[in-house]
């Protein structure tokens, strides 16, 4: 199935020699997914939620029934469980704004992780900072794999919430976020994943991991910018109150009060990402076109292919050796710094990530003050690897 696989990216069209690295950071997006897009804004454009025309009636029910897919696709029942956002940082940052604001106090803790990414780890900071509550970071071990020990003894009665990536994007660890969301139960702690690195390869299914909060981009699961989700489990709906005034989040206004709707419509104010939604509605039927499996045995071979490869240049360092690891995986060279790296690799038409990732505490703590990334996905293979061996083997040549 994933045979031909570049075809259905126009960018390997025009850019047939390009060897994107960099899907951690985004996705390309297929052609289905551009079309229905523009499908969407050529001949099906129209507000939604208020119009009572047929084109208005028509968008709204392309919408919800969008809402419909994405439950699905995580194993919810319920599609009321599911907020459309601009992203997984948007998504985060309503959990901490609407549902941790008007709990938290001085005195309890907030659990996050070294692996986590700024998206994952500034929000928490700044509410626990306002609120006078604690920010508890669990440690990770030499590997890159999270100290759970550490993370068990930082749960306590003061805990308000542990909220943790499912991925780490910087080091490509796999966390057991099952074995994580026990922990944090068995201490009644509600948690919240950031399954940006994760969505589109894994299955999230709700049933299997029981979180609490789910919050994920589409345009690292080949659908547009612009575009996230944010999933509450249906306990804690009823805790999600507006944090961003405007219009469609109503139920009545008059001059002296305003009442509002109930989650997710209270936290869409304003017009939402309509033709984005399309595209990512699309893209999840793009993703559900595979094997979630096979995509993965696909990216861990091309992956480990990778390291095996790296690891035969004794000139570069792979940092982290994580025991479950996703397709990223991070290296430095020499003393050649990373952008100079990744800038070389340019002229080879390779495309890399340099920099900290937005994981600067995790970098900081493995003293590495940025690295070279490279992340694959479904259309990346063996060959482009070795491209990459080669362009890096030239640069260490020139080099020195
Ligand atoms: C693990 C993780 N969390 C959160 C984010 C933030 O995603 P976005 O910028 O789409 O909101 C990223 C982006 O790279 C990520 O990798």
């Not at 390997?12 to 994107?20: N, R, T, V, W």
């Not at 208005?56 to 439950?71: I, L, P």
């Not at 070294?114 to 306002?130: C, G, K, S, T, V």
């Not at 690292?220 to 005034?245: D, Q, R």
């Amino acid at each position: 199935m994933l045979k031909n696989i570049k075809t259905y990216f126009p960018i390997f069209e025009k850019y047939p020699d390009l060897a994107y690295l960099d899907s951690a950071a985004t996705t390309q997006r297929p052609k289905s997914v551009n079309e229905a897009i523009n499908q969407f804004n050529s001949f099906e454009n129209a507000n939604i939620h208020r119009g009572v025309y047929d084109l208005s009636n028509s968008a709204t029910k392309k919408f919800e029934q969008a809402r419909e897919k994405v439950a699905r696709y995580i194993g919810s029942s319920n599609p009321k469980t599911i907020a459309f956002t601009s992203g997984t940082t948007h998504s985060i940052n309503i959990i901490a704004y609407s549902f941790l604001k008007s709990t938290l106090n001085k005195g309890d803790n907030i659990v996050i992780t070294l692996l986590d990414h700024h998206a994952n780890f500034i929000p928490w900071q700044m509410i626990a900072q306002e609120k006078g509550a604690e920010l508890r970071v669990v440690p990770i071990n030499k590997k890159g794999d999270l100290d759970i020990t550490s993370l068990g003894k930082m749960l306590d009665e003061k805990t308000k919430i542990l909220s943790l990536n499912h991925i780490s994007n910087s080091l490509g660890t796999v966390n057991d976020i099952h074995e994580i969301i026990d922990l944090g139960h068995k201490k009644n702690i509600p948690v919240m994943i950031d399954a940006a690195q994760s969505v589109a390869y894994y299955d999230l299914d709700i049933l299997t991991f029981n979180y609490d909060f789910l919050a994920f981009s589409g345009h690292k699961m080949f659908a547009p910018f612009g575009t996230g989700v944010l999933y509450v489990a249906e306990k804690w709906i009823k805790s999600i109150t507006p944090y961003n005034y405007g219009g469609g989040i109503i139920k009545n206004v008059s001059a002296e009060e305003t009442t509002f709707s109930d989650y997710p419509f209270n936290i869409e104010a304003g017009t939402p990402n309509i033709s984005g939604v399309m595209g990512l509605s699309s893209a999840i039927d793009f993703i559900n076109t595979f094997d979630k499996a096979e995509m993965r045995q696909h990216i861990s071979d091309v992956t480990h292919y990778c390291i095996e490869q790296l690891s035969t240049i004794n000139d570069v360092k792979i940092i982290g050796t994580p025991e479950k690891r996703s397709g990223i995986v991070s290296f430095v060279v020499k003393d050649i710094h990373p952008h100079d790296v990744a800038s070389f690799l340019n002229q080879d038409n390779i495309a890399v990530r340099a920099g900290m990732h937005c994981t600067q505490p995790l970098l900081m703590y493995l003293e590495t003050p940025a690295t070279v990334r490279v992340s694959f996905s479904i259309y990346n293979d063996r060959q482009e690897v070795d491209r990459l061996k080669a362009s890096l083997v030239a640069l260490i040549k020139f080099w020195t």
